[in-house]
Nanobody, 125 residues
Framework: QVQLVESGGGLVQAGGSLRLSCAAS????????MGWFRQAPGREREFVAA????????SHADSVKGRFTIRRERFKDTVYLQMNSLKPEDTAVYYC??????????????????WGQGTQVTVSS
């Protein structure tokens, strides 16, 4: 069982930055693929970024590529999402998620087994 807790959300002006954190409880955190997803009101949950169990492979959605960066610190059992050059359309609840590492990265939310409670990010224009 993996418990995930996100933090770092808030209100920021367009062009600003935020860093989201996701702390995991599992002792086997290092074996999980981690992902970030987001969901805006009235919209489906969408993929943002994912990182392999080793941290050596990452994937970012085209809409955030060059602005957002996912990374993990295995010794801290934490995954981060650094968000720069934020836009109003980035406003959403952001969730971190985990899936067993042997299955590889995936952009489909249904392929992730564990989810955090979400953290709100609001970008004002």
């Amino acid at each position: 069982q993996v418990q995930l807790v996100e933090s770092g959300g808030g209100l920021v002006q367009a062009g600003g930055s935020l860093r989201l954190s996701c702390a995991a409880s599992a002792r086997t955190f290092g074996t999980y693929v981690m992902g970030w997803f987001r969901q805006a009101p009235g919209r489906e949950r969408e993929f943002v970024a994912a990182i392999s169990w080793s941290g050596g492979t990452t994937s970012h959605a085209d809409s955030v590529k060059g602005r957002f960066t996912i990374r993990r610190e295995r010794f801290k059992d934490t995954v981060y999402l650094q968000m720069n050059s934020l836009k109003p359309e980035d406003t959403a609840v952001y969730y971190c998620a985990a899936r067993p590492g042997r299955y590889g990265l995936n952009r489909n939310a249904a392929m992730y087994d564990y989810w955090g409670q979400g953290t709100q990010v609001t970008v004002s224009s």
